[in-house]
DNA sequence: CGCAACATGTAAGCGGTTACATGATTAC
DNA sequence: GTAATCATGTAACCGCTTACATGTTGCG
């Protein structure tokens, strides 16, 4: 499932330019499927020429022209189809743990520093969930489901990083004392 | 961070062919850095015409030839330099949540399919956690700090998954029950 | 006899990121 | 004045995935 795929999906739940999916890409969708305006346009586009999507050119008094699209029938049965696909894939590519595995190499104040960076980007997710469960009530199942499972796991991260840090970041005198 | 700098940190730790790393891509680092043939030994070469690693060929009776490296003074100087960043990435890319947020176009079926298929894959990597625990001495700090990450976050992701998933594919009056 | 494990590579292609390009309006 | 928000796009590039290509030994 690419960028097209999300785009359409996204406009199952009603019409949108590519500035408004973009900016559900950088919120709700941010913790597990980032895309930028060089993906999000051409796909736009590329659904329009497959006549998934139709778009609408929307004058707006003291602001650019927007193109509004709208999921088609033929598009509906297109996502259908794409969703229907139960072999889905959950990937992580994470410099962070990869770093992490050559700790060995490093001193300890350059692993905190980086564990402290790791925290502070979990909080600023969980901020953002907290934002979200604010306007809660207009969302499908689905979106709740996510949101919780994004909620869950970065809760489960920082939880483990709090919990963890002196095993990288103590000298070794005072790991051999926290082992006792 | 790529796969370069990554098979570089593994060889800091012992000189290994691209067979052997593959392997590493395949069981420890599978859950946050995976590599393909197609990207490794291309990134041998590469640290090879560097000068960051040394190659020696060695003759097998029985077996194919392999091609051992070790990493240089230069490698590691590299490594180091590439350690020293502190904005390290953690991206997660899944199809699986994307296909979620739009479960209310999916069946109960279909949902309860997608559902079971990530739960296995979560348990094959519980599995393999517990694999890892049984040669846990011979690690470093850094690769028990990560693995211990990796099955914190696939506990909680196993147990938000069975905890909510009535909440996705209970039928619609059921659902009004649970929520009284 | 066939399959798994051992072992190394190349090349095409794809999907996404990054940088570039433009321009109006509003608020500080 | 200058930054942020609104708004749309293109093009080069990069890194990774996938498929292809080849060959041996050992085990059941």
């Not at 060995?104 to 969930?129: G, K, N, W």
């Amino acid at each position: 499932m690419d960028v097209k795929t999300v785009c359409l999906g996204m406009l199952s739940d009603g019409e949108a330019s590519g500035y408004d999916l973009k900016k559900q890409f950088e919120s709700t969708f941010a913790h597990f499927f980032a895309a930028g305006y060089g993906s999000i346009y051409p796909a736009l586009s590329s659904l329009h020429a497959d006549g998934l999507v139709d778009c609408r050119e929307e004058a707006q008094d003291g602001r650019p022209d927007r193109k509004v699209y709208r999921i088609t029938d033929d598009g509906l049965a297109h996502l259908r189809g794409a969703l229907s696909e139960t072999n889905l894939t959950h990937r992580v590519r994470s410099e962070f743990l990869a770093a992490m595995c050559f700790a060995h190499l490093m001193s300890a104040e350059q692993i905190a520093a980086i564990l402290d960076h790791r925290v502070t980007e979990l909080s600023r997710y969980l901020a953002m969930f907290d934002e979200f469960d604010e306007c809660n009530g207009e969302w499908t199942d689905g979106m709740r489901f996510v949101c919780g499972f994004g909620r869950a796991i970065t809760e489960a991260s920082k939880r483990y990083i709090e919990a963890n840090r002196d095993t990288l970041t103590a000298a070794p005198d005072l790991k051999r004392t926290a082992a006792q």
